[in-house]
């Protein structure tokens, strides 16, 4: 029997329940043992201003360190019939606490719940993307070192230009890495701040210790002003999938070059047989798959600031529902940027590079600006110096002299490795990973 519009009945609401839950089911699983160790922390600061009694919060303690657990082994499930994640973590409570288990939402909302699991979520998973970041890192730069005498041709317009070499190569993406980390720096600063007691988004009445919240969870500091806090919900996602879209760019950029690079006609690397794949009519074929996936998926990323924009940039202050859409294009993302990183890492660390490339004459211009240097150490003026090798080459009478000396900072002959190293280094130390863990291994305990 078909419903009208207006009607009330359960049919409707089923349909309406579906449509409002939408992915939360799926979803709010990254989450679930983020928004236990929330509820720890609230409560415990719930009892230290008199909401719950002391004899009631390690009973409940007790009881969330073990749907935590279940949460870390991937037993938590939600119900049919729950909503989200907040309300099967109330309802497991009740389940074995009765009436105790209700009395943990005093002083909060849904709205500031889904806000600091969010970002509990993130500061893990910004902490797995720099690892595996600098994992690539060590590897480029390894690989720069050890190939920094072989030369390659540099091109610009893709037409040959000037020498260059695998070790300008390897560290080109090493250092390119360098300004990501900063980038995600800056988001897990503006991550690593408790919006937890901002509430529905206007705060309470109750004396909430927000202090206290914000040192239990290991945050550097909190989003003072409540409404800020709720401000924050898809800002904080914005600035990090810049920062995943930067990583990414990176990645997609060295994949590019690396297919480019294995193509027959340029031959100047050799992936791993074991990374490439085959082709069902083509006997000799051994394709650079991953590297081409690889660029696809780091593009894709790249659209993630794009869409939340499209989905919070014009929604006024206040919480709206439309932010929940935003946790189905955004958690999935971190899983997919680690594993293009594991796989770039894998086949860097394993390339073969070709010696040699620049002896085939097909790249003696290369070397063009080479010789009109030499002519203006030696006083020519660099017009005169310039025209002379053009006039030259156009006569057929140039004859490269393949001896380069680059010595300026970042050159062939300097590639400053040590100081993209340091520079690295310095940004990894600004994260607050530590702190962070330390403050969640002591409330679990
Ligand atoms: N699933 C919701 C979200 O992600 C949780 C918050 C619900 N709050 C509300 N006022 N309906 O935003």
């Given at each position: 029997?078909?419903?009208?519009l207006?009607?009330k009945g359960?049919?409707?609401?089923e349909?309406i329940?579906?449509?409002?839950?939408?992915?939360?089911?799926e979803?709010?699983l990254?989450l679930?043992k983020?928004?236990?160790?929330g509820?720890?922390a609230?409560?415990?600061m719930?009892e230290?201003i008199g909401?719950?009694?002391?004899?009631?919060l390690?009973i409940?303690?007790k009881e969330?360190k073990s749907?935590y657990?279940?949460?870390?082994s991937g037993d938590f499930?939600?119900?049919?019939?729950?909503?989200?994640?907040?309300?099967?973590?109330e309802?497991?409570?009740?389940?074995?606490?009765?009436?105790l288990?209700?009395?943990?939402?005093?002083?909060?909302?849904r709205?500031?719940?889904?806000?600091?699991d969010?970002k509990?979520?993130i500061?893990?998973q910004?902490?797995?993307?720099?690892?595996?970041?600098m994992?690539l890192f060590h590897?480029?730069?390894e690989q720069?070192?050890?190939y920094?005498?072989?030369?390659?041709?540099?091109y610009t317009?893709?037409q040959?230009?000037m020498?260059?070499s695998?070790?300008l190569?390897?560290?080109a993406?090493?250092?390119?890495?360098?300004?990501?980390m900063a980038?995600?720096l800056?988001?897990w600063?503006?991550?690593?701040?408790?919006?937890?007691?901002?509430?529905?988004g206007?705060g309470?009445?109750?004396p909430l210790?927000?202090?206290?919240?914000?040192?239990?969870?290991?945050?550097?500091?909190?989003d003072y002003?409540?409404?800020y806090a709720?401000m924050?919900r898809?800002?904080?996602e914005?600035?990090v999938?810049f920062?995943l879209?930067?990583?990414a760019?990176?990645?997609?950029?060295?994949?590019?070059?690396?297919?480019?690079?294995t193509?027959?006609?340029f031959?100047f690397i050799?992936l791993p047989?074991?990374c490439t794949?085959?082709?069902?009519?083509?006997p000799?074929?051994?394709n650079?798959?991953?590297?081409e996936?690889t660029?696809?998926?780091c593009?894709?990323?790249?659209?993630?600031p794009?869409q939340?924009?499209?989905?919070?940039?014009n929604l006024?202050s206040g919480y709206f529902?439309d932010l929940?859409?935003?946790?189905?294009?955004f958690i999935?993302?971190?899983?997919e940027l680690?594993d293009c990183l594991?796989?770039?890492t894998?086949?860097?660390?394993d390339?073969?590079?070709?010696?040699?490339?620049?002896d085939?004459?097909?790249?003696?211009?290369?070397?063009?600006v080479?010789e009109?240097?030499r002519l203006?150490l030696?006083g020519?003026?660099?017009?005169?110096?310039?025209?002379?090798?053009?006039l030259?080459?156009?006569a057929?009478?140039f004859?490269p002299n393949?001896n380069i000396h680059?010595?300026h900072?970042g050159s062939?002959g300097?590639?400053?490795?040590?100081k993209?190293q340091d520079l690295?280094?310095?940004?990894m130390k600004?994260f607050?990973?530590?702190?962070?863990?330390?403050a969640i291994q002591?409330l679990l305990r």
């Amino acid at each position: 029997m078909a419903q009208k519009l207006w009607d009330k009945g359960k049919a409707t609401n089923e349909e309406i329940e579906r449509f409002t839950v939408g992915r939360d089911i799926e979803m709010d699983l990254f989450l679930a043992k983020h928004d236990v160790l929330g509820s720890m922390a609230h409560i415990t600061m719930l009892e230290s201003i008199g909401l719950l009694g002391k004899d009631e919060l390690p009973i409940l303690l007790k009881e969330l360190k073990s749907i935590y657990k279940l949460a870390e082994s991937g037993d938590f499930k939600i119900e049919e019939g729950v909503e989200d994640v907040h309300s099967q973590v109330e309802l497991l409570l009740t389940r074995k606490l009765g009436d105790l288990g209700k009395k943990i939402h005093s002083g909060r909302s849904r709205n500031d719940q889904v806000l600091l699991d969010m970002k509990l979520f993130i500061r893990e998973q910004i902490h797995l993307v720099a690892n595996a970041v600098m994992d690539l890192f060590h590897v480029l730069i390894e690989q720069s070192n050890k190939y920094k005498d072989v030369l390659l041709p540099g091109y610009t317009h893709l037409q040959i230009a000037m020498p260059s070499s695998f070790g300008l190569w390897f560290g080109a993406y090493a250092e390119s890495l360098v300004d990501d980390m900063a980038l995600l720096l800056a988001a897990w600063k503006m991550t690593n701040r408790n919006p937890l007691g901002s509430a529905a988004g206007y705060g309470s009445s109750f004396p909430l210790n927000r202090q206290m919240t914000t040192d239990l969870l290991g945050f550097d500091t909190m989003d003072y002003n409540v409404i800020y806090a709720q401000m924050g919900r898809g800002k904080v996602e914005k600035t990090v999938a810049f920062a995943l879209a930067g990583i990414a760019s990176t990645i997609s950029k060295l994949a590019f070059d690396s297919c480019m690079f294995t193509s027959q006609n340029f031959g100047f690397i050799k992936l791993p047989d074991e990374c490439t794949t085959g082709s069902s009519i083509m006997p000799h074929k051994k394709n650079p798959d991953v590297f081409e996936l690889t660029r696809a998926k780091c593009n894709k990323i790249q659209t993630l600031p794009q869409q939340i924009m499209m989905i919070m940039n014009n929604l006024p202050s206040g919480y709206f529902r439309d932010l929940q859409i935003i946790k189905e294009i955004f958690i999935p993302v971190f899983d997919e940027l680690k594993d293009c990183l594991k796989m770039t890492t894998h086949i860097m660390r394993d390339v073969k590079i070709r010696e040699n490339i620049l002896d085939d004459p097909k790249y003696d211009f290369i070397f063009s600006v080479e010789e009109v240097n030499r002519l203006v150490l030696s006083g020519m003026p660099f017009r005169d110096a310039y025209k002379k090798v053009g006039l030259d080459i156009e006569a057929g009478k140039f004859t490269p002299n393949k001896n380069i000396h680059h010595t300026h900072e970042g050159s062939i002959g300097n590639l400053c490795n040590d100081k993209i190293q340091d520079l690295m280094e310095k940004s990894m130390k600004e994260f607050s990973f530590e702190k962070v863990d330390t403050a969640i291994q002591k409330l679990l305990r």
